[in-house]
């Protein structure tokens, strides 16, 4: 898949800390987040910032809930436990893991209001209805395209992202996704509020196989 790992990574910098390489055990990152202190630092410098492709034109400010943070901690690790005791096993493999945090953060909408600043151009309303002179249609739509997708989604794609590059660093072949992919399931996410841990398992299983 042509991914948008590219920009994925001027957003953060790097690649998920793990301590040690790809396709690794469980005892980097993921067993780090199980720790409350190690999961608000790690999930809230995610969540506060938004992604280098939001904010090309237009600058963005995130607001979150820093007990939102807490109740995903929470979360996760409960479903952690779930899967010791349904499993017979302390250490689930990186699948269950990232549907685990995907399905802690999805739950807990962690940011609760973000505001783009106006570009050089205009704001996004201004540039959208045309009222910009020497921008043409094309791209003005190219320009809005991902800052729109992102304001009606940044909760659902802010989570997915987290967890796939949680995935991402376990996997020896790690595949990327594309922006269609990435719609498919903020919108999934989105329609569907009950989803189980295991459902979310296998959508990473999948997309890595």
Not at 106 to 122: C, L, M, Q, R
Not at 136 to 148: E, H, V, W
Not at 163 to 175: D, G, I, T
Request: with cysteine; net charge negative; aromatic share 16%.
């Amino acid at each position: 898949m042509q991914g948008l790992f590219l920009w994925q990574k001027s957003w953060l910098a790097g690649n998920p800390a793990v301590d040690s390489p790809q396709g690794c055990d469980m005892n980097g990152v993921f067993k780090s987040l199980e720790d409350e202190k190690f999961f608000f630092d790690y999930v809230t410098a995610h969540f506060e910032k938004a992604p280098a492709a939001a904010i090309q034109d237009f600058p963005c400010k995130h607001t979150i809930d820093k007990e939102r943070v807490i109740f995903a901690h929470g979360e996760y690790n409960q479903n952690i436990k779930q899967y010791a005791v349904l499993l017979d096993s302390e250490n689930p493999d990186h699948y269950k893991r990232a549907g685990a945090m995907l399905h802690a953060l999805y739950k807990s909408d962690i940011v609760t209001n973000i505001e783009f600043e106006a570009s050089p151009w205009g704001t996004i309303e201004q540039v959208e209805t045309g009222e910009v002179l020497g921008l043409s249609y094309g791209d003005s739509q190219q320009m809005i395209r991902f800052p729109m997708f992102y304001e009606a989604f940044h909760n659902q794609m802010l989570a997915f992202d987290l967890s796939y590059r949680l995935c991402w660093a376990y996997e020896p072949k790690p595949r990327e996704y594309d922006f269609g992919y990435l719609y498919n399931v903020c919108h999934y996410l989105t329609k569907n509020r009950d989803l189980t841990v295991d459902s979310l398992s296998m959508l990473f299983r999948s997309l890595m196989h």
